[in-house]
């Protein structure tokens, strides 16, 4: 099955400990991103990967990390989480190109709470 | 400024009415694509419809519907035959052309609930 998964689901930590949250997908899709969801905010892109080894910032890169090492995974790395990074998080992916190709494939989420 | 604006934040249909949620962009370039996904409440983003800028028709999907006015620069998202299911939050999104950026940008979104 074509998915993007995405682990922990839920995590409750403390300010300061680092933590990483893995992203996988098996559709060997070059494009992959991270977003942050905030009520009344929407979807904000975090940081998003052309391919392996290639990464920019998006609109709220400010305390996270990542790295793409290889094409199926793109771990989102928080060195030292305050409270203000609580939200709920997002992988997706997609095929790169014009046209439908550009629909990204979203994992299920993951709920972060810093305390 | 805001790439996405969706300025609904909630909206009420009936059953069975059709409805139409709201999105305008900003962008300056030629090429660019716009998508609507859904968001339930059980959280996951689900895929509802894609118009790209040079297509010329507007995009359906079953009972969606894509009314794409590119001068204005809206894109709006109508679904026809409302059923209880569609209660969700509505997102629109773009992609800018490649050349010039591969950023998704997305709205704030708009919360629907279909009446029985």
């Known amino acids: 099955e074509a998915q993007v998964t995405q682990n922990p689901r839920y995590l409750i930590t403390v300010t300061g400990k680092k933590l990483t949250v893995t992203c996988s997908q098996n559709m060997n899709h070059e494009y992959m991103s991270w977003y942050r969801q905030d009520p009344g905010l929407g979807l904000r892109q975090i940081y998003y990967?052309?391919?392996?080894?290639?990464?920019d910032k998006g609109d709220v890169p400010e305390g996270y990390k990542v790295s793409r090492k290889e094409k199926r995974n793109f771990p989102l790395i928080l060195e030292s989480p305050s409270p203000n990074q609580t939200s709920l998080y997002f992988c997706?992916?997609?095929?790169?190109?014009?046209?439908?190709?550009?629909?990204?494939?979203f994992g299920p989420g993951t709920r972060l709470t810093v305390l | 400024a805001q790439k996405i604006t969706q300025t609904q934040p909630g909206m009420f249909v009936q059953e069975k009415e059709a409805v139409t949620l709201d999105c305008t962009y900003d962008t300056s370039d030629q090429s660019y694509g716009l998508f609507w996904y859904k968001q339930p409440s059980s959280g996951e983003m689900i895929f509802l419809i894609y118009q790209g800028s040079y297509d010329e028709q507007n995009a359906t999907e079953g009972r969606y519907s894509l009314n794409f006015q590119k001068a204005r620069k809206s894109a709006n998202l109508v679904i026809s035959a409302s059923q209880l299911g569609d209660s969700a939050m509505y997102f629109c999104a773009m992609r800018e052309d490649p050349n010039t950026g591969n950023q998704f940008y997305f709205g704030t979104g708009t919360s629907l609930t279909v009446i029985p």
């Open positions: 990967s052309m391919n392996v080894e290639v990464t």
């Open positions: 997706a992916s997609s095929p790169t190109g014009s046209g439908r190709y550009n629909e990204q494939f």
